[in-house]
C-alpha cells in the first residue's frame, strides 16, 4: 500500500497540457472500448445463436451496468486508500479477464449452459473493471493536474467514454462478422493487457493523507449533485434509446442524424468550452447548460419536421456537455481530498441508476401517451435537475 504523503503541489493550468491529461483518461477510453465492443453483438448471439429469449439476451447486457452500480463506491474507496493507480491496474486486469472469458464463452457455444454462465461472468468482471479503470483514472488525473484542473480531467474523460462506445460499438460488429465472438475477446484482452503494462510503468502518486469519512457520509454529501446529474442525464437516455422509434412513428428517415447533431453539439462543447467550468464556475456552467438541454427537449417533443428534431438534438448535446463537469466539480468541493475518490464513485453511480432505469419508465410512458411524451417527460426531468442545481448555488452562496 503506497505510503500517504503530503498532496503534490498545486498546479497552474497552463503547466498541465492536454497530452498529460489524455494520458490519464486513456484509461477510461480503454475501459469502454471494452464495453462498447460486444453491445451490438451479445443481443443477437444470445438470442439467436444461444437459442435464449429476447429478454434472456437484455439481461445478458444489463449484468455489466449491475455490476459496474454496484462497486462505484467500492472503486472511490481503493482509489482514495490504496491508491487511484492500483484502481487503474485492477481495473485493466478486470478488463482483460472479462476478454478471455469472453473467448470462452464463443469457445463454448455447443455448450449452452457453460458458455451462458461464462458470459454472465464475462460481464460482471467487466462491469467492476469498468468501475476501477474510469473511477481511478479520473482520480489519477486530477491528482496529478492539480484541483483546479478537475474539470478539464473530467471533461476529457467524457470525451473518452464517448468516443471510445462511438468507435467500438461498429468494430465489435466487424469482428464479429468476420471471426465471430471470440475476436471480440482476443481484442479486449490485448487492449487490457497493453494497457495494464502502461498503467504499471507511469508514475505513481502518494495517497492524499487525511481522515476518510465513513460512505454514508460521503453519501449525503454528493446525492443532491448525484440527483441533478441523474435527471439531467435523462435526455441522452430518452434520445439514445428511443429516437429511431420516435421517427419510426412519424414516418420520417435519418434518425441516426439525431444522434450525430448530438453528438457534435457535445464533442463541440467538451473540446473548446470547458474551460468556462473555471472562469465562471460549476453551478453557474450547470444552470446554463441545463437551460440549453431544455430547449432542447422542447423542440424534440414538438418537432413536427425531422429537421426541428435535429435541432432539438443539437441543443440537447450542446447543453448536455458540460452537465457533468460543472456538476462534479461542485460534488468533489464538498469533500476533503482523501475522500474524492469515493465522491466521483458515488457521484457517478447515480448517472448509471439513470441509463439504468430510464428504459423501462419510458418506455412505459411511451406506451401510455405516445412517442412524443418520453421528450416532455425528458423536460421535466431536466426542470428538476435545473431547480436542484439552483437550490444547491444558493445554499452554497449562503454558506461561503
Not at 27 to 55: C, K
Amino acid at each position: 500500500m503506497p505510503t500517504p504523503a503530503p498532496s503534490n503541489p498545486q498546479h497552474s493550468p497552463h503547466q498541465v497540457s492536454t497530452w498529460q491529461i489524455l494520458g490519464y483518461v486513456y484509461f477510461t477510453f480503454i475501459s469502454y472500448m471494452s464495453i462498447g465492443l460486444p453491445l451490438a453483438v451479445l443481443p443477437p448471439y444470445v438470442h439467436l445463436q444461444m437459442g435464449y429469449s429476447a429478454m434472456v439476451a437484455g439481461l445478458v447486457v444489463s449484468m455489466q451496468y449491475v455490476a459496474t452500480l454496484a462497486s462505484r463506491p467500492w472503486a472511490g474507496r481503493i482509489s482514495d486508500r490504496v491508491g487511484a493507480k492500483v484502481a487503474v491496474e485492477w481495473g485493466m486486469a478486470c478488463c482483460t479477464l472479462s476478454g478471455g472469458l469472453l473467448i470462452a464463452a464463443g469457445a463454448l457455444l455447443s455448450h449452452h449452459w457453460i458458455g451462458f454462465l461464462i458470459l454472465i461472468l464475462s460481464r460482471l468482471t467487466l462491469g467492476i473493471g469498468e468501475s476501477l479503470g474510469s473511477t481511478g483514472s479520473t482520480l489519477w488525473g486530477i491528482t496529478a493536474a492539480g484541483p483546479e484542473n478537475t474539470a478539464r480531467v473530467i471533461g476529457f474523460n467524457g470525451v473518452s467514454t464517448y468516443g471510445a462506445m462511438a468507435i467500438a460499438a461498429p468494430l465489435g460488429v466487424v469482428l464479429d462478422q468476420a471471426w465471430g465472438l471470440w475476436s471480440l475477446g482476443l481484442f479486449t484482452v490485448l487492449l487490457g493487457g497493453v494497457s495494464l503494462i502502461m498503467a504499471s510503468r507511469k508514475a505513481d502518486l502518494p495517497v492524499t493523507p487525511g481522515k476518510h469519512l465513513p460512505f454514508v457520509n460521503v453519501m449525503g454529501k454528493v446525492a443532491p449533485h448525484g440527483m441533478a446529474l441523474a435527471l439531467g442525464g435523462v435526455c441522452y437516455s430518452v434520445l439514445a434509446t428511443f429516437i429511431t422509434l420516435f421517427y419510426a412513428n412519424h414516418h420520417w428517415t435519418g434518425a441516426a442524424l439525431c444522434l450525430t447533431s448530438f453528438g457534435v453539439g457535445f464533442i463541440f462543447v467538451r473540446l473548446f468550452l470547458i474551460w468556462t467550468i473555471n472562469r465562471y464556475g460549476g453551478f453557474p456552467m450547470a444552470i446554463a447548460s441545463l437551460s440549453v438541454v431544455a430547449v432542447g427537449m422542447f423542440l424534440l417533443w414538438q418537432s413536427l419536421h425531422p429537421s426541428m428534431a435535429i435541432t432539438g438534438a443539437f441543443f440537447a448535446g450542446f447543453g448536455f456537455s458540460l452537465v457533468f463537469p460543472s456538476i462534479g466539480v461542485e460534488a468533489v468541493k464538498r469533500v476533503d481530498e482523501p475522500n474524492r475518490g469515493t465522491a466521483l464513485g458515488v457521484y457517478t453511480a447515480f448517472s448509471d441508476v439513470s441509463f439504468f432505469l430510464v428504459g423501462p419508465v419510458a418506455g412505459a410512458i411511451i406506451g401510455a401517451f405516445g412517442y412524443a411524451s418520453v421528450f416532455l417527460f425528458a423536460l421535466v426531468s431536466v426542470l428538476v435537475s435545473l431547480g436542484i442545481v439552483i437550490v444547491l448555488r444558493h445554499n452554497d452562496q449562503k454558506i461561503s
